[in-house]
Each structure stands twice: as C-alpha cells, then as structure tokens.
C-alpha cells in the first residue's frame, strides 16, 4: 500500500508540473524551468556596476581623479541607507491605507468598484477572474496616480500585486497581469502635476506662469501609457480593437479632454486651489465611503483596520532589499559620471546628423526619471536655477519630470513586495513607454514653446 500511495504521488507531481508547464509554453521534454530563464533585471543591475567602475577607472588612471573612487563609496553607502529610510517611512502611510482598504474589502466596496470597470479590465487582463478583488485594488491605484496621490498610489498599487500574486501559478515569475499592471502604472499618466507646478513657482526667480506645461503634460502622459498598453498587448496578444476597450479610451479621452479644457480656463492660485481640494477630498472622499460601507454591513471597523494595517509593516520589510540594491546600483551609475558621457554623446550626434540640440541640455533629467525621482527632480531644479523656468530648456524637463515614472524603482519595490525575481519582459516594455514619453515631450515641447 505504501508503495502504491509513493508512486501516485509521484505521478500526481509528474502531472502537476507539466500542467504549469503548458500554462507557461513550456514543454516538459525541453527541460527548460521557469527559474533558469533570461532575467533582464540580473543583467542590467549588473551593467550599472561594470560601466561604472570602467568610468571610475577611466577617471583615476587617464584623467587623475584621485577622489572618484571615494565619491562612489560615499555614494554606496549613502544610497543603502537611503533606501532603508524610504522603506521605514512608508511602513506608517502603508499601515493607514492598507487598513482603510481591509474596511473597503469587508464592507464590498473593491468588489463594487471590480464590478463597475470589469468589462473593461476582463480585457485587458484575461487572466484575472471576473470581479476578482485585484481589479478594484488595480482601478484605486490608476485612480491615485491620475490624481497625483503618490503617498495613496503606492499602497494600493502593492495591494493590487498583492492580489495578482494570488492568481500567479509560478510565484517568483511575472504573470502576463503584473506585466501589464506595472507597465500601465509606471507610464505615469497623471492629470494634475501638482508637485511640478509648485517648484515652477517656487524658484528664484519664479515662473511667469508655472501651470503652463499642464496641457502639454497631459499630451504626453496620455501617449507614453497608450505605448505601454499597445506595447504589453502586442506581446500578449491582446486585441485592442475591441468595442469595449475602445469605448472605454474614448470616453476616458472625452472627460479627460474636458477636465483640461475647464483647468485650463483658471489662473494659478484657483488652479492649484482646485488640485488640492481635488486631491485631498478624494482620499477623505474614499475614507468616508469605506466606513459607510462597513456600517451598513455592519463590519467591526476597528478590528479590520487593525489587521489591514499588520501588512504595511511587512511589506515595507520585504522590499528594503530589492530597494537597496537598486539605489546602489543606481548611485554608482549617477556617482561614476556616466551621465555626463551620455549627454555629450547624444549632443555630439544630433549635431553630426543636423539636428537641432537646443534640448539636449534637458536630458539629464528624462534619463535620471527612470532611476530615481529625487535625481530627477534635482536635475529639473538645476536645470532651472540655471537656464531659467520659463526657458525651453526649463520647460522640457519641468515636462520630463511630470510624465513618467521611476521605472526601476517600480521594478524593484513592487516586484519586490510579492518576492518576484523573473520579472519576464517588464523593463524592456516600461523603458519603450518610457523612451516614448521622452521623445513625444521634446516634440511637444517644440510645438509649444519653441
């Protein structure tokens, strides 16, 4: 009996694996595993390293920088602590929203909200169940990050990974869903860029009318998420042109192009006036409705808060690795002055084919977004301070800024949170949404202000 009971569950294995297997397009007869696929996270993280110890040697041997090696190491451990810090500081927002969000589930407000987009995103995520909780948690978390809500767009962007995590049958390997969700999320479609708006005002001297890059803003987040969309769906074999999704753009498009049209139609105090009170009701707003529906349905709040709030502490936790080991890399790739290469390269080449270059002096800041946002955002601040806001260059990486998001610190902290280390064909999708939105901004940057 035993030796029956040891060969069905050998063959209940057997059988097991191969079904994943098919899920995957895999063969059993090929011997190729999930885990020893390609990683282009591996070899990029590896990249950042080895150009920027061949600059680093560079500098020390020819050019006699004596202190590049010691900028680097200040660099490495700075950017290791850093990371640390940023994972702690979230543990106190993660627990807020994470726990209002258990009151959402308990009271059915997800699976409402589930039901409302889910003909659109059964289309978009063929793999997700219809109503399941992940689409509502997706649909919070575009909802925040349209709205400029970073502190509440992370918290529910990481539930919604959360929930794709459950559905995923090789958990250390992306799901076709999490492709998706991360390359829509990282685009960077925002309507207000509040934060953009106010360094534009807040330098010395300060814009003549800070909330000019807006329209300009909303052009090119809309294409680089559209890139993305075409991008993941093409390699998903997604179509597109279905009645649905197409309703779906269109009407989205349609009250978009409204709400820009009456943003428009204000100055700069009642336009940011307006921002604030948009952003700030809306999570009161969500607050609000999450407790009106637990005491309708008569949902303990305080118990479901508390345990929501258990896994903001844990996921800040999980993630202090993979954060760690992408500032790293990224602060020797910035401390190498490997950046300062590239940019004359890409001057001296627009030059040598005719092209204009009056924007290359702007790149430094569209090349750091995907990086890291403080460096972004500093490059943004620099090129200002010295060109000056209402200048082309000034506005260009204002709309740099405002337009996409930190690629790689997406990858590292949400695929870190569901401990997912084969992240498929994720950052090459997300830099081509990326590389997009870059080259979409100069175009309309010329339109506009040139």
Not at 418 to 444: F, Q
């Amino acid at each position: 009996m035993a030796n029956i009971q040891s060969g069905y569950n050998r063959l209940w294995e057997f059988n097991n694996e191969t079904c994943i297997l098919k899920i995957l397009n895999f063969h059993p007869q090929t011997h190729s595993k999930p885990e020893i696929s390609t990683m282009a996270l591996n070899y990029i993280w590896m990249a950042f390293f080895l150009v920027a110890f061949v600059i680093a040697f560079f500098k020390w041997v020819v050019l006699g920088d004596q202190e590049i090696f010691k900028i680097l190491v200040e660099g490495i451990f700075k950017s290791a602590n850093d990371g640390f810090d940023i994972s702690l500081k979230l543990v106190g927002v993660m627990s807020l929203f994470l726990g209002f969000m258990k009151i959402g589930e308990k009271a059915g407000a997800i699976n409402f909200l589930s039901r409302i987009v889910g003909p659109f995103f059964s289309r978009l995520f063929p793999e997700v169940p219809k109503n399941h909780p992940a689409i509502g948690h997706m649909m919070m978390n575009f909802s925040a990050n349209l709205l400029g809500l970073d502190n509440a767009a992370t918290p529910f962007g990481l539930k919604a990974m959360e929930s794709l995590q459950e559905l995923n049958p090789i958990k250390e390997r992306a799901s076709n869903s999490q492709i998706m969700f991360l390359a829509l999320h990282a685009s960077g479609l925002t309507l207000i860029p509040v934060s953009v708006i106010a360094v534009r005002a807040a330098v010395k001297p300060p814009a003549a009318n800070p909330t000019d890059i807006f329209v300009p803003c909303m052009i090119v987040t809309f294409v680089a998420t559209m890139a993305a969309m075409i991008a993941v769906s093409i390699r998903q074999r997604i179509n597109l042109l279905q009645p649905v999704i197409i309703a779906w753009i269109a009407g989205f498009s349609a009250i978009t192009g409204s709400l820009v049209w009456y943003l428009t139609t204000l100055d700069q105090q009642s336009l940011q006036q307006f921002s604030l009170t948009l952003s700030n009701g809306l999570i009161l707003l969500i607050f609000f409705a999450f407790l009106l529906g637990a005491l309708w349905k008569k949902v303990n709040v305080f118990e479901s808060f508390v345990e929501g709030a258990k896994g903001g502490f844990e996921i800040a936790v999980r993630i202090i690795p993979y954060l760690i080991a992408m500032l790293v890399a990224i602060s020797v790739l910035r401390s190498s002055g490997v950046f300062d290469y590239i940019i004359r390269g890409f001057s001296s080449l627009f030059s040598l084919i005719g092209l204009n270059t009056d924007f290359v002096p702007a790149l430094p800041t569209a090349l750091m977004k995907p990086l890291s946002g403080s460096g972004a955002r500093g490059m943004m601040i620099e090129a200002m301070n010295t060109y000056g806001p209402d200048s082309f260059i000034g506005r260009l990486s204002s709309i740099f800024q405002s337009t996409s998001d930190t690629t790689f610190y997406v990858i590292a902290v949400y695929f870190g949170a569901v401990s997912v280390k084969n992240t498929r064909y994720a950052i090459p999708v997300m830099l081509l949404a990326d590389l997009v939105g870059i080259i979409t901004a100069i175009l309309i940057a010329y339109l506009f202000f040139h």
